[in-house]
């Protein structure tokens, strides 16, 4: 059974601003809580088959667990997800920009004040759906140009959650790079490492030494990051692998091919709902959980999928307490949620191999991830 939320455990004034958690319905039967800090998923219950619901999403009980625990879990990440190696942004004109660094020497997932730590304006709240804004400013973030972003959540009867998100540039040449950042278990506790995934993906990209793109694209053929065809997660991360030792697990970007497919090598549908216009849409995953049938689809408008095995949950009694395992506590261990991160290619604006769109003051860009649940 899904875990019961406290609503107030959620709400409180943070940067000056109100949190609060909200909880959207389905008429298919999904339920999914939203935080408005970092526009977080706290909570994706699926429907068990047996008139329950089961919590596929790793998360905490109240806003507090979120502040004290593991920084991504479960939210929005912006401006650029990913890293900017040494914390340099190239500009246009090649110049570069110095920006806060968050992870060594790196700007990691919108640095240290990105979207992930900032509480978002609440602009609509129905009972399938919910709209979220933020604007990213250079005082932030250190990125050039200010950025309105509209973040549109929303259930649809085929137990698909839809996030779309529109960015606006206001007064400067900026960019962005949108992911969530939910870990999932579709069993609802344990590892991970039963699961089976599938990537349309034949080219990944191999990390340097200091853990950034090393600008390359290769071939998945004979690596751990082959998952054109569905395979067990335990055995692709124990596989021996340079590129695993150096990343500590897998934690790899995947550059999706432009087919779609499922295990018939059938094309799937892409999802359709008001607010993600299925023209765009591509899959960039299958996760299956063989015990309890149970699959997630990623379809997404990005080129390429960050892969992240878990292997930073670590058993921690702080960072790692979360909620789940017999309706109360679980002490995460390595390999218990997975992510399953859409975005841009990885140091993109500093990789001149790797494309960067630049958005000009007026330019509007449009992105979305769909998760949809099925068994």
Not at 226 to 249: H, N
Not at 321 to 338: K, N, S, T
Not at 344 to 351: L, T, V
Request: proline share 7%; aromatic share 6%; with cysteine.
């Amino acid at each position: 059974m899904a875990y019961s939320l406290s609503r107030k455990a959620f709400q409180q004034e943070l940067h000056g601003q109100p949190t609060d958690l909200f909880t959207l319905r389905g008429a298919g039967g999904l339920q999914v809580a939203v935080s408005n800090y970092g526009a977080r998923l706290v909570q994706v219950a699926v429907p068990d088959g047996q008139g329950g619901l089961v919590d596929v999403a790793l998360g905490y009980d109240s806003l507090q667990g979120y502040l004290d625990g593991q920084l991504s879990m479960g939210a929005l990440i912006g401006r650029w997800a990913g890293r900017l190696r040494s914390g340099l942004l190239t500009l246009p004109d090649g110049a570069q920009r110095q920006l806060p660094t968050n992870s060594g020497p790196h700007h990691h997932h919108g640095g240290p004040k990105g979207s992930r730590f900032q509480v978002f304006a609440v602009d609509d709240v129905q009972a399938d759906a919910l709209t979220l804004s933020h604007t990213f400013r250079t005082e932030d973030d250190g990125v050039p140009g200010t950025l309105r972003l509209q973040l549109h959540l929303h259930l649809t009867a085929d137990n698909a959650l839809h996030m779309a998100w529109t960015g606006e540039a206001l007064d400067a040449p900026t960019l962005l790079n949108i992911t969530g950042h939910a870990f999932f278990n579709l069993a609802g506790a344990g590892s991970t490492h039963g699961h089976t995934l599938q990537v349309p993906a034949s080219r990944y990209v191999p990390l340097a030494a200091d853990v950034c793109p090393s600008g390359l694209v290769q071939p998945v053929d004979a690596t751990p990051f082959d998952l054109r065809e569905a395979r067990s997660v335990g055995a692709a991360v124990a596989e021996p692998c340079e590129q695993l030792s150096l990343a500590g697990g897998l934690d790899h970007y995947l550059v999706l091919d432009e087919h779609v497919w499922d295990e018939e090598g059938a094309v799937r549908t892409p999802p359709v709902s008001p607010i993600t216009p299925s023209q765009g849409l591509r899959l960039a995953a299958l996760l299956s959980e063989p015990l309890t049938g149970r699959t997630m689809e990623v379809w997404s408008t990005a080129p390429g999928v960050q892969v992240y095995a878990g292997h930073g949950l670590k058993a921690d009694p702080v960072r790692d307490l979360g909620r789940g395992a017999e309706q109360g506590v679980w002490l995460w261990q390595p390999g218990d949620g997975i992510c399953l991160e859409p975005m841009e290619y990885p140091d993109a604006p500093n990789q001149p191999g790797f494309p960067v769109r630049w958005l000009a003051p007026g330019d509007v860009v449009q992105g979305a991830i769909v998760y949809r649940f099925t068994g």
